[in-house]
């Protein structure tokens, strides 16, 4: 496609992966599309979005009928069966990318339960499971960045798993993130495993924290209100620096002698949520090498039709900082709010999984119902 800005993104460094999983884009070719028309790179996945996709379509129902025909009824097992055979066909479709960019994109990921944020041990059994059962090497598994979190991120690492750090949002849970992939590679190589086989992300969450500052920031009336819109971009130039000084530190380097990678920065959650900020904004100010940026589909529709290309992500950084500090000198504590962003991006998926969970359970009666029916 001419003048296609998605297309041209890997010139710069940076992946685009599409923050969405259907199983009709799957079945229709919509993800091969996105491949061969847009150079999409990689897919996340979330329990919202398996929640969306699974309760307000009939995709899945006849995979549905197909579980319970095997005698499965719990609403966690169904779902087990019908995300992971999402995951495996969108897998195979992005094995090409995989094997072309020599294993540092193409992966499809996929998020182990919310609900054991605050349980290190259950979080490592539950990525060994669904790393197993899926059988895909392009698949990543998602762990929420609690510390129960990180401490599971720095084992399964020296397990050889792709992992997809998720909900980060501030400067120090990323910097404890980076460092527990370091740990990891540690461990990994003491094992006397290929230093080269895994890889990571580390998703920084991004729009929240403008949904969640600007308010404040308003609040405070002429004094702060130049700095509305800007910190989310701010925040996140800050934990780039970190991640370029993180991955220059002797124990990485000594590291990266015997074939390790660095875990990139994935920008997520870039979709704009107020009306009154481009539509690109995310995108187009986070720009930059070894970087990833997942985006909802109307990001990405937008993006194709009038996103601008530049090297963002190391611009202004001075003035970055500089942000940052007023938004401190005005009173409002970053930390304490991307805490809160973090706990309630938490809470949102554990909602959304047990959303998801009802209305497994009422598809399932509605599909029993209509078989008996049938047969009376």
């Known amino acids: 496609m001419a003048n296609n800005p998605l297309t041209e993104l890997r010139t710069f460094g940076q992946s685009i992966w599409y923050d969405n999983i259907r199983r009709d884009l799957i079945e229709s070719g919509g993800f091969k599309r996105l491949i061969d028309e847009d150079k999409m790179r990689g897919v996340t996945s979330n329990p919202s979005i398996f929640e969306k996709a ?21 609403a966690e097992e169904i779902f087990e069966e019908l995300s ?24 499809i990921s996929l998020e182990v339960s919310p609900l054991l944020s605050d349980q290190e041990e259950e979080t490592v059994q539950a990525a060994l499971d669904i790393f197993t059962r899926v059988d895909r090497p392009n698949i990543m ?58 890889r990571s992300v580390a998703s920084v969450f991004v729009s929240r924290i403008d949904t969640a500052v600007d308010p404040l ?12 819109g800007k910190i989310a971009i701010a925040n996140s130039k800050m934990i780039y620096q970190k991640f370029l000084t993180l991955f220059q530190t002797p124990d990485f380097l000594a590291l990266k002698k015997l074939g390790a990678h660095v875990q990139r ?35 990405i529709d937008a993006f194709r039709d009038h996103g601008k290309l530049r090297f963002s992500i190391e611009e202004d950084v001075p003035e970055a900082e500089a942000v940052l500090s007023k938004l401190k000198a005005g009173g409002i504590d970053l930390n304490t709010i991307t805490k809160e962003l973090q706990e309630a991006g938490v809470k949102a998926f554990a909602d959304s999984y047990q959303n998801l969970l009802t209305a ?11 078989h008996r029916m049938h047969y009376s």
């Open 84 to 107: 992971i055979q999402d995951i495996q066909m969108a897998a195979d479709i992005f094995k090409p990318v995989y094997d072309e960019s020599d294993e540092e994109d193409g992966y």
């Open 265 to 299: 920065p994935l920008w997520g959650s870039t979709g704009t949520k107020n009306p009154n900020y481009s539509d690109v904004l995310y995108i187009e100010e986070l720009i930059g090498p070894h970087t990833v940026n997942t985006a909802p589909p109307a990001t």
């Open 54 to 74: 699974i309760a307000s379509s009939n995709d899945y129902d006849k995979q549905l009928m197909q579980v319970l025909s095997q005698g499965k009824r719990r």
């Open 141 to 198: 598994i998602k762990v929420p960045a609690t510390e129960a979190g990180i401490r599971a991120h720095e084992r399964l690492i020296g397990m050889g798993i792709p992992i997809n750090m998720t909900l980060i949002f501030s400067l120090e849970c990323y910097e404890a993130v980076a460092k527990a992939y370091i740990n990891g590679l540690k461990l990994l190589n003491d094992t006397g495993q290929p230093m080269g086989k895994v």
């Open 217 to 228: 920031i308003l609040a405070k009336g002429d004094e702060l209100k130049a700095l509305a």
């Open 360 to 370: 497994i359970t009422q598809k399932k009666e509605r599909l029993l119902d209509q």
